[in-house]
């Protein structure tokens, strides 16, 4: 892996293919392992950075708590750091919101922008999905035996029963206390981000298996966002890039290649 220094993060990522920078930006319990057969299939047309975010994979930061604000911040810093004046930038769950961020507060850094099984900042998860986040919270408490039950609300049920292996990612990960806490903060403090602020030509994917967000509201992201296209992925839960690599490339490209 790299990293590139900036706002006291060592932001780790791993680069592939080349072509315009389109850099990755992961859901919340997640890191950029999450775009390993993703990335491959972008490869082609693009120069692809898969990053960490604070306390995910090898990224180091400081002990601090933070909110979207900053993750978006330090994305900001990556592509500046990487010699990039700006990037597309790809977004998924977490990762999505931080885009919207990103897009909004720094808009010059953004080329084309692609929102992915994602949710509005400052939205209140539990409020859009009150039985499948009250579930989750309960079902982590009793890890990692729960792990398929969670894995359910990802991934559609004969998917699961085709690749019981995925359940394994909601066993546990390798963050400490402190970083689990750190992360959870993120949520707990949302943030307001001007959707209207956002100048670059928008893509909104939502997966239409998605128990997690519900695509209505992912898709209601485009009605913020002047100019915005929307398209449904069909057959897929909430984490499209591992279940369908293939599926979600293909309109990604497309729209980046213009």
């Known amino acids: 892996m790299q990293f590139v220094k900036a706002n006291g993060t060592e932001t780790a990522f791993v680069q592939s293919g080349k072509g315009p920078p389109l850099i990755l930006l992961h859901g919340a319990e997640a890191d950029h392992a999450m775009f390993d057969a993703f990335a491959p299939l972008l490869a082609a047309h693009f120069t692809v950075i898969a990053c960490d975010q604070r306390d995910s994979g090898k990224t180091r930061n400081p002990p601090d708590a933070y909110s979207l604000l900053d993750l978006a911040d330090d994305a900001a810093g990556l592509i500046e750091g990487l010699g990039h004046g700006h990037a597309h930038v790809f977004g998924t769950s977490l990762g999505g919101a931080i885009a ?145 690599p293939a599926a979600v490339a293909r309109p990604v490209i497309d729209f980046l290649l213009g």
């Open 100 to 244: 919207q961020a990103l897009a909004a507060r720094h808009p010059t850094k953004v080329d084309r922008l692609v929102l992915s099984s994602t949710f509005r900042v400052g939205a209140n998860l539990l409020e859009l999905n009150p039985t499948a986040i009250q579930a989750i919270a309960a079902l982590r408490a009793e890890l990692p035996a729960s792990a398929p039950k969670i894995a359910a609300y990802f991934f559609p049920a004969a998917y699961l029963e085709a690749h019981p292996q995925v359940s394994a990612i909601f066993a546990g990960n390798s963050r400490d206390e402190a970083q689990k806490a750190r992360r959870a903060g993120l949520m707990r403090h949302p943030v307001s981000v001007d959707l209207a602020a956002v100048t670059a030509p928008a893509l909104v994917l939502a997966a239409s298996e998605d128990r997690l967000i519900p695509p209505a509201h992912t898709l209601s992201l485009a009605d913020a966002i002047a100019g915005a296209r929307t398209h449904t992925i069909q057959g897929v839960g909430h984490v499209a890039t591992i279940q369908d």
